[in-house]
Nanobody, 119 residues
Framework: QVRVVESGGGLVQPGGSLRLSCAVPGTITSTFWTYTVGWYRQNPENQRELVAEVTRDGNINYGDSVKGRFTISKDNSQKKVYLRMNNLQPSDTAVYYC??????????WGQGTQVTVSS
């Protein structure tokens, strides 16, 4: 079992910034290296859409709507993945979830963190 803990959500005005953190406590560093970790958000159709991910090979992918505004980074020593969100817009309002894809035991999701962009 892999525990996934998100933090950093909140209320921000349009044009503002937030940084989300995804921690994977209880995992040893050499195992964390093998994880693909991504941020997803729940859209109005109740589907989770990709925001950004860092693959186990070090590749980075972004959803089209956040390219140029969001930056994902992975700190293997801290066993954390960060999502820096700049120039936030009301359309970015959602619950953001962190997903950890392991090699051997499947995928694990965190509980989600709310991001609200409103004036």
């Amino acid at each position: 079992q892999v525990r996934v803990v998100e933090s950093g959500g909140g209320l921000v005005q349009p044009g503002g910034s937030l940084r989300l953190s995804c921690a994977v406590p209880g995992t040893i560093t050499s195992t964390f290296w093998t994880y693909t970790v991504g941020w997803y958000r729940q859209n109005p159709e109740n589907q989770r859409e990709l925001v950004a991910e860092v693959t186990r090979d070090g590749n980075i992918n972004y959803g089209d709507s956040v390219k140029g505004r969001f930056t994902i980074s992975k700190d293997n020593s801290q066993k954390k993945v960060y999502l820096r969100m700049n120039n936030l817009q009301p359309s970015d309002t959602a619950v953001y979830y962190c997903k950890v894809e392991t090699v051997r035991t499947g995928d694990y999701w965190g509980q989600g963190t709310q991001v609200t962009v409103s004036s």
